[in-house]
């Protein structure tokens, strides 16, 4: 063995990503929700189809599932922002 090697526990977490979608008319919305283990994030959002457009369900799913999961990155990465602040040690002065 390496005496320079430092032995190192493995670190393992599930996150659960749950994305429940709903069809109302030419409207799709999301219900997206991304549980840590630590901390749980929700994101609300929705679709609408061009009324001129033909219908084509799936389109509206990509895109409110889209929105929902840049909303809950952006969520993501506050909360690491705000850990990483809180995590600093103080300034001596």
Not at 51 to 68: C, N, S, T
Request: glycine content about 8%.
């Amino acid at each position: 063995m390496n005496t320079n090697t430092t032995a190192q526990q493995l670190r393992t977490k599930r996150w659960t990503l749950r994305v429940d979608l709903f069809e109302e008319g030419d409207v799709t919305k999301v219900h997206a929700v991304l549980d840590s283990g630590d901390k749980r994030l929700e994101s609300r959002t929705e679709a609408h189809r061009n009324p001129h457009d033909p219908p084509a369900p799936e389109i509206g799913d990509e895109y409110a599932a889209g929105r929902a999961l840049i909303h809950l990155g952006q969520q993501l990465l506050r909360a690491g922002e705000s850990d990483a602040v809180a995590n600093e040690p103080p300034l001596h002065g």
